[in-house]
């Protein structure tokens, strides 16, 4: 079997690498890059040090603040004013996956025009737009070496998945020192998302070898480390660990593809607004148990990977005590059920039609070893609630 793979042409890594970003970006040839990045990162200052380093360096450097997380079409409007005023020839994402995929689409839209909607999966989009660099300063997305964007529609509420090579940042720099500043409730939100990329990318239809190699290095990591960072943040061994499997996650689910729990995840995030981590968190055991008897082989391998079955025990039991795990792991990181985060339980009943049809949509449930009905689905979200 031929797989295409893609990943950016560069990645910096490690303690301190965020210092090599002025090289990096004169690397590329550029002289007007824009950082894009979001308020809450903007007032702790590091956006600006940034600009002043890359002026250091003989750019004519600028920042925009202006990202909100899970990213909407509404809210690109003023960063495409920005990319524009400034003339800017490169764009740099800077922090989480929502300010990294702002940068994806403003890289698109200043070169092709027109809106993130016409650029939807299924569609793929592969000519270039604006050369971007990705700064990720949480551990999770692995949007800095994805081929992918995830913009909601201000109009519809609709958060649509964007394909394609125009999406995968020229160069990333991964430095995990960035991540020191999460508090654990982030922590937990975005290394369940980086959990949850690797085994979908694992179970998924599209799994090939390349991927999976990635996954199952993505999976022990986060077995390994995960609790740990959780409880202390700043334990700097399992905040590196978390950075490169969030990245390892990335790489393999862009190689691959998520499944059913983002294909379901991203209605809920996108109705309710819930941290993306968390929605994941909240779908991903029975998910799993829905899909397990599919692919009992590959979830029993990601089971020992994350350390919570033998060698010595069979597939069958093993991929059961994955499902023990998630659903372990979901209490010990207080992952709470819709209703404890406070959705009505009217609104959930009513809005459970409308996200199964996005869910089926979005095209993510069929890359799932089981494939639901959109019936299935809709008895998923009900099981979920409480
Ligand atoms: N493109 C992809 O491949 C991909 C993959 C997964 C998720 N996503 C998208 O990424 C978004 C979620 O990204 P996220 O979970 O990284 O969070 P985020 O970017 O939405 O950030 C969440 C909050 O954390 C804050 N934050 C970021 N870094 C911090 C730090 N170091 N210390 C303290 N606070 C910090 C931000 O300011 C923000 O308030 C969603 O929109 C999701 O759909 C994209
Ligand atoms: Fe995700």
């Known amino acids: 079997m031929i797989s295409s793979i893609a990943l950016p042409r560069e990645i910096r890594i490690g303690a301190g690498a965020i210092d090599q970003l002025p090289d990096v970006v004169i690397g590329l040839g550029s002289a007007r890059p824009l950082l894009i990045t979001d308020g809450f990162l903007a007032s702790g200052g590091a956006p600006e040090r940034l600009v002043q380093s890359l002026a250091a360096a003989g750019l004519d450097a600028d920042y925009f603040d202006g990202t909100v997380p899970d990213p909407t079409t509404a809210s690109l409007e003023s960063g495409l004013r920005a990319v524009r005023d400034h003339g800017a020839d490169l764009l740099i994402g800077f922090g989480g996956g929502s300010p990294m995929d702002t940068a994806k689409a403003l890289a698109l839209l200043a070169v092709r025009g027109g809106t993130m909607r016409d650029y939807k999966a299924p569609l793929r989009n592969d000519a270039p737009g604006l050369p971007v660099v990705a700064v990720p300063t949480t551990a999770g997305s692995g949007s800095e070496a994805t081929q992918f964007t995830i913009i909601t529609d201000?109009?519809?509420?609709?958060?649509?998945?964007?394909?394609?090579?125009?999406?995968?940042?020229?160069?990333?720099?991964?430095?995990?020192?960035?991540?020191?500043?999460?508090?654990?409730?982030?922590?937990?939100?975005?290394?369940?998302?980086?959990?949850?990329?690797?085994?979908?990318?694992?179970?998924?239809?599209?799994?090939?070898?390349?991927?999976?190699?990635?996954?199952?290095?993505?999976?022990?990591?986060?077995?390994?480390?995960?609790?740990?960072?959780?409880?202390?943040?700043?334990?700097?061994?399992?905040?590196?660990?978390?950075?490169?499997?969030?990245?390892h996650a990335g790489i393999a689910f862009s190689n691959s593809s998520v499944a059913l729990v983002h294909g379901m995840s991203r209605p809920i995030g996108a109705h309710f607004h819930l941290a993306h981590g968390l929605s994941n968190a909240m779908l991903f055991p029975a998910v799993t148990r829905f899909s397990l008897d599919s692919a009992t082989q590959r979830y029993a391998d990601c089971a020992r990977a994350l350390g919570c079955a033998a060698a010595t025990d069979s597939d069958q039991r093993a991929a059961g005590l994955l499902v023990d795990e998630l659903t372990r792991l979901s209490v010990e990181l207080a992952v709470p059920t819709p209703e404890l985060s406070g959705i009505a339980p009217q609104r959930w009943d009513e809005l459970i039609p409308l996200m199964a049809r996005q869910a089926i949509e979005s095209g993510s449930p069929a890359n799932n070893p089981r494939v639901p009905s959109v019936g299935e689905i809709e008895k998923l979200y009900s099981e979920i609630y409480r």
């Open 154 to 247: 201000s109009e519809s509420d609709e958060k649509m998945l964007c394909i394609g090579r125009a999406f995968l940042p020229v160069a990333a720099i991964v430095d995990y020192e960035l991540t020191l500043s999460m508090p654990a409730r982030l922590t937990a939100d975005t290394g369940i998302d980086a959990l949850t990329h690797a085994v979908e990318a694992y179970v998924s239809r599209k799994n090939n070898a390349f991927s999976d190699d990635f996954c199952l290095r993505a999976i022990s990591a986060i077995g390994g480390h995960l609790r740990r960072v959780y409880a202390d943040g700043t334990d700097h061994d399992a905040r590196s660990a978390m950075m490169q499997a969030a990245l």
